[in-house]
């Protein structure tokens, strides 16, 4: 499990819908008959069996990594997670697809541009 995994915590905090694994696996909803969300991986019993799906291939994950990023209250804070992202998107590269990672990287450095504005203003104040 790695720290972003740690820090995100899909099976407690994720909702996790019928709806959206119905969208990923581009079946009709009602196929679907329930969805759990386990420790690693949620499992989708369907029409077809069930099946497991990891949770960084699901919408829901990349929202959950995008709202830490904006609420990152410091630079070192988003160079930490920036470390997390990174280290994670590697470790499990066939789990992401590149338009995801284009938007998380677009998203850390909006970030830290309002960060570096906000902490140098302070400085100035100060």
Known sequence: MTALFRRIQPSKKLRITARSIAQFLK?????????????????????RGGQFISYRRLEEWQNAIAHQIQTCPTLRELSQLKTSIQYDTRKFKKQYLQKTLDFLNQ????????????????????
Request: aromatic share 8%; with cysteine; charged share 20%.
């Open 107 to 126: 998203m850390c450095i909006e970030r830290q541009d309002i960060l570096e504005i906000w902490e140098s203003s302070n400085c100035i104040a100060s």
């Open 27 to 47: 079946i009709s909803q009602n196929l679907i008959k329930r969805v759990e969300s386990w420790a690693g991986v949620v499992f989708v019993h369907h029409h």
